[in-house]
């Protein structure tokens, strides 16, 4: 079974950039995409883009600008880059697992464990 | 984007109570509505996905229905550890978006 563990540097300056790392190991990836989401302090969870199968990127609108997501397929790897951070990017960062060629209809499984972002100066 | 909404926003029940938690989305998104547990610092649990099947190893006291618009998310019975934060999301179409959550309490 497919599991997630994520990391990443946990204390950024603003105008640094965040880059988190999520490794998938224990199981077939095969139509796998990964998601990053994040879920600053008392708040609800929002996602910030994808990974599909096929290397392919998509994002949320609201981080278009500055984020990035890519693979290293052979290393079973995706990695974000969320450019010229600012407090309002203080968040738990999670990556998150889907099968949408397997189960069109299904959910986000497995999660990574989280890793918790503090940006200030 | 297509925006989801839940009510309530928090919930106070006592152990074996059967509560139920509403979603709506802004458009219909078929049955592409799952259902999560949070607890406090921790990563969500898929519950439900397909807006009603059990994702594995998940009780059946949780159970899931609806479709198009408005789906629900019952718990029978509630135990001890189902005290948590609730979201639904819709899968049907970037930006997958949850709801904001509900939080259920212990009365």
């Known amino acids: 079974q497919v599991q997630l563990q994520q990391w990443g540097a946990a204390l950024l300056k603003p105008s640094e950039t965040l880059s988190l790392t999520c490794a998938a190991y224990?199981?077939?990836?095969?139509?796998?995409?990964c998601n990053w989401l994040r879920q600053p302090p008392g708040k609800g969870l929002e996602w910030i883009g994808q990974?599909?199968?096929?290397?392919?990127?998509t994002y949320n609108s609201s981080l278009k600008s500055r984020v990035s997501i890519s693979r290293h397929t052979s290393a079973n790897q995706i990695f974000l880059n969320v450019r010229s951070v600012t407090a309002a990017d203080t968040a738990l960062y999670f990556c998150?697992?889907?099968?949408?060629?397997?189960?069109?209809?299904?959910?986000?499984?497995?999660w990574g464990q989280g890793t918790p972002v503090t940006v200030s100066s | 984007d297509i925006q989801m909404t839940q009510s309530p926003s928090s919930l106070s029940a006592s152990v074996g109570d059967r509560v139920t938690i509403t979603c709506r989305a802004s458009q219909s998104v078929s049955d592409y509505i799952s259902w999560y547990q949070q607890m406090p610092g921790k990563a969500p649990k898929l519950l439900i996905y397909?807006?009603?099947t059990l994702h594995s190893g998940v009780p059946s006291r949780f159970s899931g229905s609806g479709s198009g618009t408005d789906f629900f998310l019952t718990i029978s019975g509630l135990q001890p550890e189902d005290f948590a934060t609730y979201y639904c999301?819709?899968?049907?179409?970037?930006?997958?978006?949850f709801g904001p959550g509900t939080n259920l309490e212990i009365k």
């Open positions: 397909g807006a009603s």
């Open positions: 990974v599909d199968h096929r290397g392919v990127s």
């Open positions: 224990g199981g077939s990836l095969s139509g796998f995409s």
């Open positions: 998150a697992g889907h099968w949408p060629r397997v189960t069109p209809s299904g959910g986000f499984h497995p």
């Open positions: 999301q819709e899968t049907y179409s970037s930006p997958f978006s």
